[in-house]
């Protein structure tokens, strides 16, 4: 897999998780703040758009809507 395909990938989990959980970028950056990381919805949007984002922010996101495990495949 090329570097693109992988940060698709990634972009997709995160974006699928949320979905499962029902969960707007809107809400997402609400949940952030709670967490003291300060993302607006459109910077939230442009960053999963783009699919090019940190693992820290990966992992904010993640704990952020109470996520513990990701299934990978």
Do not use: P
Not at 4 to 11: A, F, N, P, T
Not at 35 to 52: D, P, S
């Amino acid at each position: 897999m090329t570097e693109m395909d992988w940060d698709r990938r990634i972009s997709n989990l995160l974006k699928a998780e949320l979905k499962l959980r029902g969960i707007t970028y809107r809400q997402l950056a609400d949940k952030l703040c709670g967490i003291g990381v300060q993302e607006n919805e459109a910077n939230i949007r442009n960053k999963l758009a783009r699919g090019r984002f940190s693992a820290v922010f990966f992992a904010q996101c993640l704990m952020a809507i109470g996520s513990d495990r990701l299934k990978l495949d």
